[in-house]
């Protein structure tokens, strides 16, 4: 899932159209570009992490800027990952497994799993559900038959969705509430760099 940020900004007037001037432009372009994603992919980010109980640690690894040069003057935000993440990741518990071979045991009994994936949601508590570590990676299990074996992980909303449902609406509203004004501020550094007289 991405979003690309295109130059459509109302460009300085100016006295004299040299090529002084239009480079000016270009470079103000590219740069205003590249200031409103780097704030778009921030704002990204903090609107899943306000929306979802999961930490910015396992959020921002998922986003790529791919920034705006002269020859492609479009930015780029992707989110990237897996369609699904650990369930265990959205505040699971309890936060150690229980009793099991080479891990200590920090509680009494076995507590019910749970977790919560939204921060004003309610916390779900699964009845054969488990936490266990397998490998690494301590994670929310369930067997699948009445074995012991085999058990499936449990999995939530990946990184992905969550972009597509709120954070392409942040993005969007910094590029309305700020974008043409980063643009008119570098457009003002390089045509005065460029010692470009304006009207």
């Given amino acids: 899932m991405e979003v690309t940020i295109t130059p459509l900004f109302k460009t300085p007037e100016i006295k004299r159209k040299t090529r ?14 590249n200031k409103i994603a780097t704030q778009g992919m921030t704002q990204g980010r903090k609107a899943i992490t ?33 369609t699904s993440l650990p369930l265990f990741k959205f505040g699971g518990l ?8 080479g891990i200590p045991a920090p ?9 919560k994936v939204l921060k004003k949601g309610t916390r779900e508590r699964f009845r ?24 499936r992980k449990l999995r939530a909303i990946g990184i992905p969705a969550m972009f597509e449902n709120v954070s392409v609406k ?10 043409q004004q980063i643009y008119e501020h570098e457009a003002g550094y390089y045509l005065d760099k460029a010692g470009v007289r304006r009207r």
């Fill in 170 to 179: 942040a993005i969007d509203g910094i590029v309305r509430a700020k974008g």
């Fill in 107 to 115: 509680y009494k009994r076995r507590r019910k799993a749970s977790a």
């Fill in 50 to 82: 306000e929306t979802y109980n999961i930490k910015n640690a396992d959020v921002k690894p998922a986003f790529k800027l791919i920034r705006a040069r002269k020859d492609n003057p479009i930015a780029t935000i992707r989110a990237r990952g897996d």
């Fill in 94 to 101: 309890p936060k150690a497994p229980v009793s099991q071979a």
């Fill in 20 to 33: 002084a001037a239009q480079a000016a432009i270009e470079k103000a372009t590219i740069s205003a570009l």
């Fill in 128 to 151: 054969h559900a488990f936490v266990a570590k397998m490998g690494s990676e301590v994670s929310i299990y369930e067997r699948t038959t009445g074995k012991r074996l085999p058990v």
